[in-house]
């Protein structure tokens, strides 16, 4: 099934580039706090956003995470509330999607 690999190579892509922003964000939030405070304030500032940056990127990993699992069950594209299948469209534009429209609306 081609669509299924087109997937998987998209979220692996996905799963990637993610994987290397939190790496970055993270090494950001780990450097020395500067000496000067108005330096200081806009740094905790930049944190802020970087803490929420990253606690998004992480909730996608782990939903990539949880996509590229079930194609390896076999459950890829299958709705987790009716069991319906997700149609292909709907597939290509969320690939880590759960649910059909039906069950999303
Ligand atoms: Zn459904």
């Known amino acids: 099934m081609p669509q299924l690999e087109d997937a998987r190579r998209y979220l692996e892509d996905r799963l990637q580039r993610l994987t290397n922003r939190v790496g970055a964000i993270e090494g950001d939030l780990r450097r020395k706090p500067s000496a000067d405070s108005e330096e200081r304030a806009t740094e905790l500032e930049n944190d802020e956003v970087l803490e ?54």
């Open 52 to 105: 929420r940056l990253s606690h998004d990127t992480i909730v996608e990993v782990t939903q990539i995470r949880g996509a590229l699992a079930r194609i390896e069950a076999g459950t890829y594209g299958t709705c987790a509330k009716c069991g319906g299948a997700i149609d292909a469209v709907r597939l290509a534009a969320i690939p880590d999607s759960t649910t059909c429209r039906n069950c999303a609306a």
